[in-house]
């Protein structure tokens, strides 16, 4: 179980004092928005390359932004260790994904909400992650949906068949009240980023949400 939080809803002029608050954090998970893909801007390439010097906890890069093909490449170089593109965004997925592993990098591919596993089920040997968007995106703070559960469960049993170690992530409103849902469902990777952030102690949040994680498994 790991827990991977987004650091959207944390304080973007000391992104590195906010890494530091959550020591125990498997990755940190940094949306790059570009107010085409989604309807709101973040931050990119450079922003990710200084906290990578920064920051000991190796980052998570989610791409929301059109071109991923173009631009994830750059990402890697800047020091992202794991790099999602969305599958509705990418020309050429499997060149891409295949281009982010031989830089050294693990690659993740994403579906927004009505977006269907099943087209998508011969490329997922060429991944080391698949991320179900559990809203849609474009903003932190927004309500788990749902509705997404049974294709986490479906994916999960897709992941299953291909078998290798291909890891699961969940994004959006996971919280303590829904990450027992989402792991029960087959989900072993979690972003949260209200949920840390949001909290009096981030770093004690994330150890709470992994606690409740490993709980709903058991
Ligand atoms: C949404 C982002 C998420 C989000 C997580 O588009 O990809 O990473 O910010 O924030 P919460 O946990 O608040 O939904
Ligand atoms: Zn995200």
Redesign the pocket.
Known sequence: MRITP?L?NADFANLAGEAARIPTADYL?M?VMDNHFVPNLTLGVPVIEALAKAAPQPIDA?L?IEEPDRWAPQFVEAGASSVTFHVEAAQAPVRLAREIRAQGARASMALKPATPIEPYEDLLPELDMVLIMTVE?GFGGQRFLDLCLPKIRRTRALLDKVGGDIWLQV??GVSLETIERCAEAGADTF?A?SAVFGADDPGAMVERLRETAVGACH
């Open positions: 987004s959207l998970h949306d989610h929301m995106p994004d959006g972003v980023g």
